[in-house]
């Protein structure tokens, strides 16, 4: 214990860190933060329970917010279910893509937070996360991460050597996300091709062979599935991105965000739709890709550019999206 309180003094509470390390920028202490706070750090019901050293590594990892593990996973959920003609094998390896899904996101957002620090201490929803307030230190964040990627590697040591390959492969795009913030307006491009790797990965784990050109298909479609919900993502920071000098899609787009989103979907679920029919041809899952397009058509309809909460509640939406056409695939085995 007296190690982990040297890497960050001090005690976690429901009003924030209330011990301060010497130069550091604290929520909940410092005079100096954003007057607009508005931040969104917060933890409750069974993360809450946990003994507060844990917490701002819980915080860090985002495992209090389970969203973003959901989508890092469901293109490799929709993929598996859709490369093999075996429900137990296709349990197992769902299982395995669960695992690395929870841990390489925690190490990705390590790695974003290490990067953005003195960004996020000018931006009112990020100002509390625990190395930009200071609750948690960089020698701290680099062993968790650490420690997440090296769980990650273990899961994906399960898999066959060819699935090594290919999941070791986007191993620098996920570094180059945060830093894409800073020079490209389409930053939410370089995010879709990291979080939709799992459609490429998911085919090669059950075959033992590189990805078809129908996986191909899938990886097209589920980047832009991520293009489009991050960019809803995006425009909860609008205005703190003008102030800070980050770029987004949803500062690019401006007013032409409602119909580029709705693009980014129409693309997505038409190439997943060509995607699945070359491995599948028709079937049962048509059901859950036409409920998963509904889903989408559904959030372009109520996305509105000045409306940051109702884009939160949108971009977690994706979850069941998702879930609808996994579901749909599942069914397979069973009709």
């Known amino acids: 214990m007296a190690s982990i309180t040297r890497l960050f003094p001090g005690r ?10 010497p130069g550091r920028y604290l929520w909940g202490m410092d005079k100096k933060r954003p007057s607009n706070t508005a931040s969104d750090i917060a933890l409750d019901g069974f993360w809450g329970r946990l003994p507060a050293s844990w917490q701002p590594f819980i915080l860090l990892a985002r495992l209090d917010r389970p969203i973003g593990w959901w989508l890092l996973l469901l293109p490799g959920w929709w993929a598996i279910p859709a ?16 695992a690395g899904a929870v841990v390489m996101r925690g190490a990705g957002c ?38 997440l990627m090296m769980v990650g590697l273990l899961v994906l040591l399960q898999l066959p050597w060819q699935a090594w390959v290919v999941g070791l492969a986007s191993a620098p795009l996920i570094i180059l996300y945060p830093l894409a913030k800073r020079v490209f307006g389409f930053p939410q491009l370089i995010l879709g091709l990291v979080f939709s790797w799992a459609a490429l990965l998911g085919p090669v784990a059950v075959t033992s062979d590189w990805p078809s050109f ?47 989103v709705g693009l980014f979907y129409l693309l997505a679920w038409g190439f997943l739709g060509i995607g699945f029919y070359g491995l599948l ?11 998963a397009g509904l889903q989408l058509g559904w959030q372009t309809a109520r996305l509105e550019l000045d409306n940051p909460q109702r884009a939160g509640q949108l971009f977690r939406s994706n979850r069941d999206a998702g879930l609808l056409l996994t579901a749909g695939l599942m069914a397979e085995f069973f009709i």
């Open 110 to 147: 390590v790695i974003n937070d290490l990067i953005d620090m003195r960004i996020d201490r000018q931006i009112a929803r990020t100002a509390g996360r625990p190395l930009a307030s200071g609750a948690v230190s960089v020698l701290a964040a680099l062993l968790l991460c650490g420690g």
């Open 83 to 98: 490369s093999t003609s075996h429900l137990s094998e296709a349990v197992r390896i769902m299982a395995l893509f669960w």
């Open 12 to 21: 976690f509470d429901s009003q924030g860190w209330t011990g301060r390390p």
């Open 281 to 291: 041809d028709g079937g049962v899952w048509m059901a859950g890709w036409a409920a």
């Open 214 to 260: 129908p996986a191909l298909w899938l990886w097209f479609g589920s980047i832009f599935w991520v293009v489009g919900y991050d960019t809803i993502y995006a425009v909860q920071d609008i205005a703190d991105d003008r102030l800070t000098g980050v770029r987004s899609s949803a500062l690019t787009l401006g007013h032409a965000l409602r119909p580029a």
